[in-house]
């Protein structure tokens, strides 16, 4: 079972944020942390950039983890992205076909927005970061906010993007990596 260290995010403890929660009390699903810590950097993106600062990881690319926090630093808060089922779904249909197959990657192109229409879904914006090798929800989001061997840092850019509205996310296994995550996300909707 995996804990959640942002429970500030949830507007009905927002006023109890500063007691000390007990961790079997306030327990998430991977899936709904991942959306909670994604949420919390599009919001603070410069206190993200200190916690990065402060806890580097040995074994992080240094340039791609420096540009980052420089990133950080200058990135506007955002507001949070609304979790969607619909599109969660989509994303876990994705995870469920990797965990079978083995592969990797975003899939076919024009699969997505497949996936997202046989879900009820017309975006006209869509994007989809996949996270390998991560167990918490922080591990996931700092991977895919540093971004490391991704030169377009695309997956930087999907998080902190004003277009999306709602995004969908869906983690479990992987034969090679052990556990995934798939991050759906749309924007400019159409009402169907």
Avoid: K
Avoid at 16 to 43: K, M, Q
Wanted: net charge negative; glycine share 10%.
């Amino acid at each position: 079972m995996l804990f959640f260290r942002r429970e500030a995010w949830f507007p009905a403890l927002a006023g109890l944020a500063c007691f000390t929660f007990t961790p079997a009390a306030h327990a998430l699903s991977l899936d709904d942390a991942v959306l909670a810590e994604l949420n919390y950097a599009r919001a603070h993106p410069a206190e993200y950039a200190r916690e990065l600062r402060r806890d580097p990881d040995a074994s992080e690319d240094r340039a791609a983890l420096e540009e980052a926090i420089d990133f950080l630093e200058r990135q506007r808060p955002l507001g949070p992205l609304e979790g969607d089922r619909r599109i969660a779904t989509a994303a876990r249909q994705h995870s469920r076909a990797q965990a079978a197959s083995g592969s990797v990657g975003h899939g076919s192109a024009g699969g997505l927005g497949r996936r997202l229409q046989e879900n009820g879904v017309w975006a006209g914006l869509s994007a989809e970061n996949i996270s390998y090798g991560n167990d918490t929800a922080t591990g996931v989001i700092r991977q895919l906010i540093i971004d490391s061997g991704v030169p377009s840092r695309g997956h930087r850019r999907n998080i902190f993007s004003a277009s999306y509205q709602l995004a969908g996310v869906a983690c479990g296994p992987h034969p090679t990596y052990d556990v995934m995550c798939v991050i759906d996300f749309a924007g400019a909707l159409a009402q169907r």
